[in-house]
Nanobody, 118 residues
Framework: QVQLVESGGGLVQPGGSLRLSCVASGFAFSFSDMSWFRQAPEKERELVAE????????SYADSVKGRFTISRENANNTLYLQMSSLKPEDTAVYFCTKGSRRHGYMYWGQGTQVTVSS
């Protein structure tokens, strides 16, 4: 069955960095667009970044451009989100998902909590 398992979240001070990982199984990862979403308390889930199957096409929400980098390692079925210059407003549960705005979203991980606080 399809599994998406996120890791790498935690507590970090403003200005700090974290790298999230998402290990995928049960589908053809290298042929699948992948995305990262986040959901803060009492807010709607929002798209953070997406990447094509080859990794050649990426896009970001305006709120994270220049600070976050999405990447993937198809040999290991792993999706990454490198987050730098973190702000308190980046605090949220971060989810990886199989899909993109073009193709829709089919499967979701359980999420990993990121808290940015001094």
């Amino acid at each position: 069955q399809v599994q998406l398992v996120e890791s790498g979240g935690g507590l970090v001070q403003p200005g700090g960095s974290l790298r999230l990982s998402c290990v995928a199984s049960g589908f053809a990862f290298s042929f699948s667009d992948m995305s990262w979403f986040r959901q803060a308390p009492e807010k709607e889930r929002e798209l953070v970044a997406e990447i094509s199957g080859s990794g050649g096409l990426v896009s970001y929400a305006d709120s994270v451009k220049g600070r976050f980098t999405i990447s993937r390692e198809n040999a290991n079925n792993t999706l990454y989100l490198q987050m730098s210059s973190l702000k308190p407003e980046d605090t949220a549960v971060y989810f990886c998902t199989k899909g993109s705005r073009r193709h829709g979203y089919m499967y979701w991980g359980q999420g990993t909590q990121v808290t940015v606080s001094s």
